[in-house]
Each structure stands twice: as structure tokens, then as C-alpha cells.
């Protein structure tokens, strides 16, 4: 069974249709990086996902669960999908480790030493042991999106959503975050990454999907989709991007 | 008379006048911030009923003087109803529903402004949308609008004189009623007016320092 299965999956703003029928499979330890222009809905089909957006039709499954943002499971479901913003949203009224013990504290009852024992190891992964007891506004954001990132991953997610993890970054702090998610995937983590960052795409993808206009216009292996896209829409995107 | 005897002839009621004032603003605005807690939850709220409840609560407020609203209080209703009510009482009426109107939407603001990144957040690690709301949306809410309700409590604080003309011996109708003795208009309004001052200075220094102290910025 795949880890995420997507059928006929519609997404209306309004009268503005933003995914137009995707189908999709992504099998445990995939590493998917969505790429595409802006405005295509590769956002929207990522946040589709765990249901921050919910499908106007289609379904989403996780591990055969039907993702509904009305169901009276969805809290659970969601437990098991992490997911890293752009804008990181940090909670800044806790520390550093109220903000990673602060789910597995209320959602898995984790004795509070626990969490914090299981929490400072997790800083230990991002490099960032030291920032314990800080409050989020005084860390860079570099540092924050690694702290988001720990967030997640004290639930234990089986799979990781990042929305654009890196853009909202200066360019000198892109890099901690991207070795963070490496070092992840390299664990054998299923990921789906909406990214910008085409060298992280190449390097680390297992697949990757491009999407425009709403459909997933091309996916291959990075490979395929970098070395001989077939899609005269991808070949444009791919000339655009590498060329700036 | 000079200064100082008007001072200390009149400084024994003046005082009475201002606990009047004191007691009347706090029993005000404690059941103040309860209604406007329920009655921003109401603007808040899937039904659209409790939403219109507080809509139109809240522009009636907004809509007519307060004086209006304690005369209709302290003699509209109890003339209609036919019942009596002290003219405390009245006025505790008159300013809770008030300042809880102009509360309510200071609070609904302030749930507002809190980034949606939040809510979000907070729902992709499982957090239900009840565990969201305590937990992370409020705590940031409530740092949002504690200027605004310090306003607010300032603004109330004061208004109390207002229900002076119901005949409620609060601090400015002491004022009068000394002056009516004493003809020493300029001094008097001086002295009410520096005690007005005072409570409110020292309420914005707490204030201030409870912003200082739950403040997130580094």
C-alpha cells in the first residue's frame, strides 16, 4: 500500500480552479520535490495533503485513511504527517522546547521529562542543543525553520510535508536547512518538498514532479525531469529557473 | 478660605467620592471583561445568530452616548418596568455593558491578528482545534490586546463621572457638591481632576510593566 495515495484530487478558490484532477502515489521512503511556477498549486496540492485545504473533490489517503477534514480522526491522522512551513510558525509565546514538546505532551500524553529527554535530542539533530530555553524571536531563520523542523519530528510523523522550507531564508542560512533535510532523507524519511531549490531537487529527489497549471505536467526521476525534460512547458520552467 | 483649608475641609469627601469611583470602575470592568469575553466569542461564532446578537450589541453601544444609555437605564427601564434600582447598581449596569461592547471587539481584533500560520501549525501537529485555541492562539491574542483593554479601562475609569448625573456621589459629584458650598470652582476641578489622574497614571504604569514582562520580542 503506498504511503499517500491521491485520486482525482479538484481544488477550487472560488471560481478559480487551482488543481484540476491530480492522481498520485508516493510509496514510503520516497523523497518527492514538487517543483513548478509560482501560482501553479503545488502548494495547495501539498497542504492538500494533510487537509489544511480541503479537496473540493478527490480523495486523499495516508496509510489507507481517508484524510477529511471533518472526520473525527483527522487530529490523529494528522498526528503521524509533519509539516514544515515557509514561514516557519514557530509559537513565539513558548521556548524552543515547549514548542517541540508541546504536541507529543497533549496528543500522545508523553510524560513532560520524556518529551523534553526526546525534544533536546532532536535539537541535538538540527545543531541547535544550545537554544533549548531560547524564545523563537531570538533566533535567526535559519535557525528557526531547523527548530520547525525538530517540531515535527517529535511526533514521530511517518511522513514529512515542507512548503517551501527555504524561501523566506536569507541565502547563507538556505544550506543548514537543507543538510538538516538530507541528513532525513538519507534516514529513509518519506518526504514531499514543494521547493525552489532545483540542486536539492536533483540531489536528493527520488522523484520529482512538475506541476503547472493546476496538473502534474511532467515526473520522472530527477534525472529524467532535469536531464531530458519531454514537456515543452518543463523545458521553459527548467530554463527560466537555472538560468536566473 | 485659603487653599489648604479647602484642601482639608474638602479632602475627606473627596475621598469618599473617589472610592465611590474606584469601587464602581472595578465591579464595572470585571463584569466587563466577562461580557465582552462571551460577546466576542458570540461575533466569533459558526451561528449566525449569536454573530447578529453581538453585532447588534455591539453598534448599539457604539451608537449612543452613554449618557444616553444611563438615563435609559436608571430611569427608562425601571419607569417601564416599574421596579426601583440604586442608582449604583445603575451605573454598574450602564458601564459594563459599555465598556464590555467596545471590550468585546478589542478581543475579537485581537484572536484576529494572530498570524492564521499559527492555527495552522498547530493543526498539522494534531493539536485539535479547542487544544489550538487555548493553547496557542489566546496566549498570543491576549498580548495583542492588552494595550487596547488598558484603553479601554482608562476610558471607563473615567466615564464613571458620567453617572454622576444620576445622582451617584462618585468623585465629580462630590466636586460639584463641594463647589455648590464653597463657590471655588477653579480649585476644586483642579484637585478632582489631578485625583482622576493619578489612578489612571498609576493603572498605565502596570501596565507597562506587564507588557514589559509577557512581551516576545528579544
Known amino acids: ?244 | 478660605m485659603s487653599f489648604v483649608d479647602l484642601l482639608s475641609e474638602s479632602m475627606p469627601l473627596l475621598l469618599d467620592g473617589l472610592a465611590l469611583t474606584l469601587q464602581l470602575s472595578a465591579v464595572s470592568l470585571i463584569i466587563a471583561m466577562v461580557l465582552g469575553i462571551l460577546a466576542s466569542l458570540m461575533g466569533m461564532s459558526k451561528n449566525p445568530v449569536l454573530r447578529a446578537i453581538n453585532r447588534a450589541y455591539v453598534a448599539i453601544i457604539r451608537g449612543t452616548p452613554l449618557l444616553v444609555q444611563g438615563f435609559f437605564i436608571y430611569f427608562g427601564i425601571t419607569g417601564m418596568l416599574n421596579i426601583r434600582i440604586s442608582a449604583f447598581m445603575a451605573g454598574v449596569i450602564a458601564l459594563s455593558l459599555n465598556a464590555g461592547g467596545y471590550l468585546s471587539e478589542i478581543f475579537r481584533g485581537g484572536i484576529q491578528a494572530v498570524d492564521p500560520g499559527q492555527r495552522e501549525a498547530a493543526r498539522s501537529l494534531g493539536l485539535s482545534a479547542h487544544q489550538t485555541t487555548w493553547r496557542i492562539i489566546i496566549p498570543q491574542a491576549i498580548r495583542i490586546c492588552i494595550p487596547s483593554v488598558v484603553n479601554q479601562w482608562c476610558i471607563t475609569i473615567k466615564d464613571t463621572s458620567i453617572i454622576s448625573v444620576i445622582g451617584l456621589a462618585e468623585l465629580t459629584k462630590v466636586g460639584q457638591q463641594i463647589i455648590a458650598r464653597t463657590y471655588r470652582s477653579f480649585e476644586v476641578w483642579i484637585i478632582v481632576g489631578i485625583m482622576y489622574f493619578v489612578i489612571i497614571y498609576l493603572l498605565t504604569i502596570l501596565a507597562r510593566v506587564v507588557e514589559r514582562k509577557v512581551s516576545l520580542d528579544a
Do not use: W
Open chain 1, 1 to 244: 500500500m503506498p504511503k499517500v495515495e491521491i485520486r482525482g484530487l479538484h481544488k477550487y478558490f472560488g471560481e478559480n480552479e487551482v488543481l484540476k484532477g491530480i492522481d498520485c502515489d508516493i510509496e514510503t521512503g520516497e523523497v518527492v520535490c514538487v517543483i513548478g511556477p509560482s501560482g501553479s498549486g503545488k502548494s495547495t496540492f501539498l497542504r492538500c495533503i494533510n487537509c489544511l485545504e480541503e479537496p473540493t473533490s478527490g480523495t486523499i489517503m495516508v496509510d489507507g485513511n481517508i484524510m477529511d477534514a471533518e472526520a473525527k480522526n483527522i487530529d490523529t491522522l494528522r498526528e503521524d504527517v509533519g509539516m514544515v512551513f515557509q514561514q516557519f510558525n514557530l509559537f513565539p509565546h513558548l521556548s524552543v522546547i515547549k514548542n517541540i514538546t508541546i504536541a507529543p505532551v497533549l496528543r500522545k500524553k508523553m510524560d513532560k521529562a520524556e518529551a523534553e529527554r526526546v525534544g533536546l535530542e532532536l535539537l541535538a539533530r538540527v545543531g541547535l542543543a544550545d537554544k533549548a530555553n531560547a524564545m523563537p524571536n531570538s533566533l535567526s531563520g535559519g535557525q528557526k525553520q531547523r527548530v520547525a523542523i525538530a517540531r515535527a519530528l517529535a511526533m514521530r510523523p511517518g511522513l514529512m510535508l515542507f512548503d517551501e522550507p527555504t524561501s523566506a531564508l536569507d541565502p547563507e542560512m538556505v544550506g543548514e536547512v537543507l543538510d538538516v533535510m538530507r541528513q532525513l532523507a538519507e534516514e529513509g524519511m518519506t518526504m514531499v518538498v514543494v521547493t525552489h531549490e532545483m540542486g536539492f531537487a536533483r540531489q536528493v529527489a527520488s522523484r520529482v514532479l512538475f506541476i503547472d497549471g493546476g496538473l502534474i505536467a511532467e515526473e520522472g526521476t530527477p534525472e529524467q525531469v532535469f536531464g531530458n525534460p519531454q514537456n515543452p512547458r518543463t523545458q521553459t520552467f527548467l530554463n527560466q529557473v537555472l538560468e536566473a
